[in-house]
């Protein structure tokens, strides 16, 4: 299995605060990824980074930011959790798409928050 | 820009009989396909994928699927359900101009005894 840890794997807290969830791979892999899944939607990307202080946006980004200090480390924000990112956040590293590697997506184990 | 569909949200066979999980896809270029498997309170883990090479693609755990260019389709088989099976299943597509993968909403397989 890829080593991606995500922390925390649970977590409740209350409208308006802060939440940051980490995600930590072993994988030295260049791209990280952060999506949600709920039901009836899927998985949908929020942000996604292909290095080191480069990230960019996905599709559902509003209301969620993120950093990329370290290849291992991708950080993902919620400045004032609402209620609507009452979700299961995961992360996910792969390898740029070439001729040796199909860009194929690992994932971790899942990160999930209620928002009361 | 491409798109994954999955219809219906829920599969339900009898154990022994075959799966069949449908996939249809829109790229402006020739894709990769993926599909995804995730258990409960687990993540998700690769299946299978289409990569251009040969259009049939057999998987882990007796999983199989065909690329149909023609039918813009990569359904998902299976000729025999185990209750090991049950778990929900997703559909991706990428395209190499940002290596981003695309979901579908995803397919919920139950097996009854």
């Known amino acids: 299995d890829a080593g991606i840890t995500q922390s925390p794997r649970h977590k409740v807290t209350e409208t308006g605060t802060p939440v940051t969830l980490r995600c930590h791979q072993t994988?030295?892999?260049?791209?990280m990824y952060w999506y949600r899944q709920d039901p009836g939607h899927g998985l949908r990307l929020i942000h996604y980074?292909?290095?080191?202080?480069?990230?960019d946006k996905g599709e559902v980004s509003d209301g969620y930011s993120v950093s990329r200090s370290k290849t291992e480390d991708f950080l993902l924000t919620l400045e004032s959790a609402t209620s609507s990112q009452t979700s299961v956040y995961f992360c996910?590293?792969?390898?740029?798409?070439?001729?040796?590697?199909?860009?194929?997506?690992?994932f971790g184990e899942g990160s999930r928050l209620t928002v009361l | 820009a491409q798109s994954v569909t999955q219809l219906g949200s829920h599969v339900s066979v009898s154990e022994g009989a075959l799966v069949l999980l449908r996939c249809n896809y829109s790229?402006?270029?020739?894709?990769?396909l993926f599909w995804y498997v995730q258990y409960p309170n687990q993540g998700l883990q690769l299946l299978l994928k289409?990569?251009?090479?040969?259009?049939l693609v057999k998987g882990i755990n007796g999983f199989e699927a065909e690329f149909k260019k023609s039918e813009t389709s990569f359904h998902l088989t299976k000729p025999s359900a185990h209750m090991s099976d049950a778990a929900e299943y997703f559909c991706?597509?990428?395209?190499?101009?940002?290596?981003?993968?695309?979901f579908g909403k995803g397919i919920t397989l139950s097996v009854r005894p």
């Open positions: 980074s292909y290095g080191v202080k480069d990230t």
């Open positions: 996910a590293i792969s390898e740029p798409w070439t001729s040796e590697s199909t860009g194929e997506l690992f």
């Open positions: 289409y990569t251009s090479a040969a259009t």
């Open positions: 790229s402006s270029v020739p894709p990769y």
């Open positions: 994988e030295n892999h260049r791209y």
């Open positions: 991706a597509v990428l395209t190499g101009a940002n290596s981003k993968l695309t």
